[in-house]
């Protein structure tokens, strides 16, 4: 029984005897300092940066939104080249596509080829359409920079030209790039008005870009600007594309794609209710024309028509304009326990090196290194030179060395 | 030669003699219990919280997703105002954009103005428009809250109310809000069929909402149920909108955006045969119609025409209804070294503070934290209080205390 | 004053006094052979694996892009089963909106239902529509299978069925499935032009696909290939499906959703100059034909015609072809000082563990363990067991021992 107990208290010691080092304290104020300030770089830098820079005990959440978007205006255009009368054009006329998406086209200018109908006629004039007689024209060829199937007949063009006969829509468009005298340019005063609802899912958190103290009135009367009417998400089209850096007849004469991004970065930690959306404009596509190939934005589309005979034709149109994308940004952060422990863990690790470095600074810096050397460490002796007897009094005449 | 092999030996025994902390086994269960209890805690804390909660072993990669749609169904509806005939709608008529993407829009109230020509007509009597003479009414001026650009003319609306005369597209949309008589209701029983297909790319794991044991007997006959039929890919759309809590009756009438999420998360370790869609429904606009401005949602399209004598014309559409868009979120996880290492690591520290707390704890807190103090520190006294004579003296008494 | 200045020295004794570990220098070369290999062993992992495998050094963001895209082509399809004259399609007819988004529509197939009006006809036969009299329909029955409202008339389908008279666009569509006949081969040699712009909004970071380098000449004619061409930014349709291991002919004919995915994945400390975008090609939807079930592509849409006395008109159109997806991912890393400290204490932490592993081969495997354990460690004896005199005097002895 006495056995027993006694093993019994021995399993008891293994588990729980304390083991803990050895320390000599050194009264030299020189490696305290070092010591005390190596430790406050360490903690300034967990403080500081990784605390209020980077915020980095803060777990984080993409938002996630949704955006429907209203365009207002009219405007009256001048004729095309072919119809002299002016045009009437509103929301139906312009916003392509019309379901009030986050990306919609405005139609500025345009290129009307009017009355299309699959039939046969000669080429635009090109090196490679003009002939001056039928064996140029190979029947059949379908050439990729052409327009049309070739009949293989050389017809008139104009007095002057001749050109390759090809089925096709006809009339052929005749591209002659965008131009100013068509321009919408009554477009710069539409209004646009987004409603933006935002979502952190992580933190259970929404929100409205009309904030509950936008009143029905306001919002018929107010139009957006950054410094003030910061809140109204009703914008004129002209200011959007100006606050990018951009001309507006310029843009909307050539086309091109311009971005409103919406960024709701939030600290929901100590901000919550000041997590407002700021709104900026840039440019998506590439403006510098002189260095890009292909600049500007269009596309065509077409609107067919049947005859009372039966037979379809269609309105061609080389729409020039810009899109507008409603591009919604942002990262919410809350304090959350694992990335605190994860940066926490990672910076107190530096700080557990701190000692590492006095320790080298007290035995080769300090004037009385030797002294400190000597009580700090003690030597073994090397077993492989010495007998074991020598070994132990070595060891022992360490202790009083 | 002797001095070569003994230069040699000192290189070597500074590169590979073993420095090592000396230790102070106290054996003291009180010092020992709390070692290991703070042990105990930061193990639970790496093995329950970080492992199983977190999962912070594992690398996590975003889905990546395709999503076809197809909405089926027909409707007769009543006629608006102006043609009392029924009117038969079909898929082509009444989804838009028609192609099937992930989002849509589906068609269920509209007020329509057809043959709308661009010519002169009275304004909507506004206060802004109602005039008494031509005065009242300035030629060319183009009021945004209006319909078109003013002739200067003050003639008759309707036999009591004369408004100013603009150039527009005639007759003017006569918009008295949505209304449920015009209602297309027959809309609550469409299905939606969702094609969806996922992968994580960093996975390469790729997988599709149709399951493989899903037969085309089954998928001609199912709707899904988020309880009975969890795995069927067709979906009713009342059934959807009441999954969000919402009226359809109420949606369908002044519009509104919802939204399907289907979430794919997945834990790739264990339960990949488990990998299924979760179907969700959340309306994704405002609906608190008291408190919102500008609720529901609709837009404007028109539908152009011709005349045999070139005139074009069109019917105007204002459109109210639902839609839907579907947005597939999801985050698999899967083991992964780098993950694993920094999480380990960062609770690894942890564990090397227990020691500091442990020491604290045998130094201040025990009854014989004077007899421990005397083992475990040793002092040197300070050197500039002292002669160095009595100064070793003292360190050697301290071995002696 | 003295006392003052005593007590003075007392608080910056501690304060600034340093308490290092008093350690032991074991001249063995096996055991400092085990740390130094579990030493380099930690760093080899730090640097090769952390560093150059995973690039946790980096700071990561995700790539914001735009994309703007532009088909070209024409071709004469051979007309469908009702108008046999051929017809010419060119890109206003063919792509599915036409407004370049990322995401369109090539229209290859089709079945062509035209001039189809709101009135009486029989239904398509099937089980459920055929019958020999009135009684098998019922009037006003939705059926969601079928076509329409029905009538209650069973009426003549052909010479030798008689099916149920429904209220529908009529006449009915005959959808016999897509067949090759109607196919547009010559969309496997249109051409696709895409435009993308990316950004990395953390690192200020801008690019374009097409690159500085790249003239108009060379732009106007060439075509993308991944080893020839790879920075032509003009890809032909039928290289990009077999590329992606599909045939263009059954795609084409069935219907299908490409993906092109342009990938920007940079490395922007070294090599930001290489940071250019690598195209690849993947089929999204589910192409294994024989396990799917509704395979394929396709959707439904109209276009409206009015007959001059004002009677509306359709053309119903079912179209297959193929949905191009342009799908930009990326990643761009650049060192910064968070990730790195982060992941660089988390591997040292591992380090801090390597003494203890070799403190426990010391004394475990060494020969010598017993003299090693006996310098290393001193042993306390348990005050509950012993006088105090009598431990104070084994503590001695353990020194002599």
């Known amino acids: 029984m006495g056995q027993a107990k006694s093993s019994c208290r021995g399993a008891l010691h293994s588990a729980f005897d304390y ?14 300092a070092v010591f005390r300030f190596a430790q406050l770089l360490v903690l300034v830098y967990l403080v500081g940066y990784v605390c209020f820079v980077q915020k980095a005990y803060q777990d984080t959440d993409s938002v996630v939104s949704t955006v ?14 072919h119809s002299h009368s002016p045009q009437f054009r509103d929301v139906a006329d312009y916003v392509i596509p019309p379901q009030g998406d986050k990306s919609f086209f405005v139609l500025t200018n345009m290129i009307v080829t009017t009355n299309q109908k699959v039939s046969h006629c000669p080429e635009i004039p090109q090196p490679s359409t003009v002939c001056s007689d039928d064996s140029h024209c190979t029947t059949g060829l379908k050439d990729l920079r052409g327009n049309g199937v070739r009949t293989g007949l050389c017809v008139n063009y104009s007095d002057t030209v001749q050109t390759c006969e090809v089925i096709s829509w ?51 009367s107010c139009v957006f600007n950054s410094t003030t009417h910061p809140d109204c998400p ?90 507008f994308e409603v591009i919604v940004i942002g990262t919410a952060g809350k304090f959350s326990i694992l990335p605190t422990v994860v940066n926490l863990g990672a910076t107190l690790t530096f700080l557990s090196l701190v000692p590492s470095v006095s320790d080298w600074f007290l035995v080769t810096c300090t004037r009385k290194r030797n002294v400190y050397r000597k009580h700090k ?25």
Not at 68 to 81: D, F, H, L, M
Not at 195 to 209: A, D, G
């Open 19 to 32: 083991e803990t080092p050895k320390t000599l304290v050194v009264p030299s104020i020189a490696v305290g």
């Open 68 to 81: 429907t978007t209203k365009v207002k205006g009219y405007a009256i255009v001048n004729g095309s080249a």
């Open 170 to 220: 006809c009339p052929l468009e005749e591209d002659t790039g965008p131009n100013k005298h068509t321009l919408m340019d009554a477009a710069e005063n539409f209004t646009l008005l987004i409603k933006n609802s935002v979502t952190y899912p992580k933190f259970n958190f929404h929100r409205r870009n009309i904030m509950p103290h936008i009143n029905s009135s306001y919002l018929k």
């Open 234 to 323: 009703i914008f004129r089209l002209k200011q959007m594309v100006s606050d990018a850096g951009e001309d507006f007849q310029d843009m909307a004469t050539e086309g091109g794609v311009l971005g409103i991004l919406i960024d709701w970065t939030c600290d929901l930690d100590w901000w919550a209710s000041r997590c407002l959306p700021k709104y900026s404009f840039r440019r998506l596509d590439d403006n510098n024309r002189s260095q890009v190939l292909a600049p500007g934005y269009n596309f065509r589309f077409a609107k067919y028509y049947k005859s009372p005979d039966g037979l379809e034709s269609r309105t061609l149109i080389k729409a020039y304009g810009i899109r």
């Open 377 to 401: 460490t003690t030597h073994l002796k090397d077993d492989n030179e010495d007998h074991e007897d020598e070994n132990k009094q070595s060891v022992i005449n360490e202790y009083f060395l």
